[in-house]
């Protein structure tokens, strides 16, 4: 099994930049993928971004060129760099992670301010 816990969520100005962590434990040797996940209120939840254990990145086309995955595979942490933000990023941001299934983790509040 693997465990999720996620950080940095908070409350940011539009334009403003955030960073979110995300520390995973337990079985991680056989992870695959991690990344990130978002839900806003009333709406489907969505992909943000995930990387492999090769170093290979995906972004949501909205997210493109604004915010950046990067992975420690030693400290089995992944970030997420959030830059020039925008009023719609708000949303619960989960954690998941890919192994012989997926794992979630428990979701951290990013609220942007108009």
């Known amino acids: 099994q693997v465990q999720l816990v996620e950080s940095g969520g908070g409350l940011v100005q539009a334009g403003g930049s955030l960073s979110l962590s995300c520390a995973a434990s337990?079985?991680?040797?056989?992870?695959?993928?991690i990344g990130w996940y978002r839900q806003a209120p009333g709406k489907q939840r969505e992909l943000v971004a995930n990387?492999?254990?090769?170093?290979?990145?995906r972004y949501a086309d909205s997210m493109k060129g604004r915010f950046t995955i990067t992975r420690d595979i030693a400290k089995n942490t992944v970030h997420l760099q959030m830059n020039s933000l925008e009023h719609e990023a708000t949303a619960v941001y989960y954690c998941y992670a890919l192994a012989a299934g997926i794992y979630w983790g428990q979701g951290t509040q990013v609220t942007v301010s108009s």
């Open positions: 990387i492999n254990d090769a170093g290979s990145t």
């Open positions: 337990g079985a991680t040797s056989r992870l695959n993928v």
